[in-house]
T-cell receptor
Framework: DAGVTQSPTHLIKTRGQQVTLRCSPK?????VSWYQQALGQGPQFIFQ???????QRGNFPDRFSGHQFPNYSSELNVNALLLGDSALYLC??????????????FGSGTRLTVV | GNSVTQMEGPVTLSEEAFLTINCTYT??????LFWYVQYPGEGLQLLLK?????DKGSNKGFEATYRKETTSFHLEKGSVQVSDSAVYFC???????????FGSGTKLNVKP
């Protein structure tokens, strides 16, 4: 049973560029959350998608946007990249039952370096 | 608000030593508490959890007890191994588990 799959594993971008990161949830999961983990820090919640809509958002600027597809996979887009966006981006999937998340599972992440 | 504070690392121990990593929290409502482990170059793996006061989570020799009176969830292991070397994160979630609040992590180095 495949877990949470993220692609690419590593990425190098230039300041001002745009980037798209991808996440395929664990089988049976319908909810995807994204986190940013700066070097030496704990992960910080960016947003969560359920039923193709953003259900909750953390304290991140509008440069960070996302999408969820009918097959539950998700994309994270970051526009106008800054050096400070360099981080490990983690995707987590879960399934939602009566508004509660179950089975939260993290992927291995995408390492984004902005130069 | 919701936040987690962990002891700063790195923590360096010899194999078979006793491990304690301190974690305290503030939360609105009644949180569930977690310890995650991150090995080099990998994502987060759930180590253990506790969902209500006085619960003890345990896994692979690690234990942590949810102490509401001291708002703490300290991680302990009686005898660490070199393979336990990793970064450990304490985390909480409230209400419907929609999002997690993580501490800044504690790096553990175990020497043979």
């Amino acid at each position: 049973d495949a877990g949470v799959t993220q692609s690419p594993t590593h990425l190098i971008k230039t300041r001002g560029q745009q980037v798209t990161l991808r996440c395929s949830p664990k089988s049976g999961h319908d909810t995807v959350s994204w986190y940013q983990q700066a070097l030496g820090q704990g992960p910080q919640f960016i947003f969560q998608y359920y039923e193709e809509e953003e259900r909750q958002r953390g304290n991140f600027p509008d440069r960070f946007s996302g999408h969820q597809f009918p097959n539950y996979s998700s994309e994270l887009n970051v526009n106008a990249l800054l050096l400070g966006d360099s981080a490990l981006y983690l995707c987590a999937s879960s399934w939602t039952g009566q508004g509660v998340n179950y089975g939260y599972t993290f992927g291995s992440g995408t390492r984004l370096t902005v130069v | 608000g919701n936040s987690v504070t962990q002891m700063e690392g790195p923590v360096t121990l010899s194999e078979e030593a006793f491990l304690t990593i301190n974690c305290t929290y503030t939360a609105t409502g009644y949180p569930s508490l977690f310890w995650y482990v991150q090995y080099p170059g990998e994502g987060l793996q759930l180590l253990l959890k506790a969902t209500k006061a006085d619960d003890k989570g345990s896994n692979k020799g690690f234990e942590a007890t949810y102490r509401k009176e001291t708002t703490s969830f300290h991680l302990e292991k009686g005898s660490v191994q070199v393979s336990d070397s990793a970064v450990y994160f304490c985390a909480l979630t409230v209400y419907n588990f929609n999002k997690f609040y993580f501490g800044s992590g504690t790096k553990l180095n175990v020497k043979p």
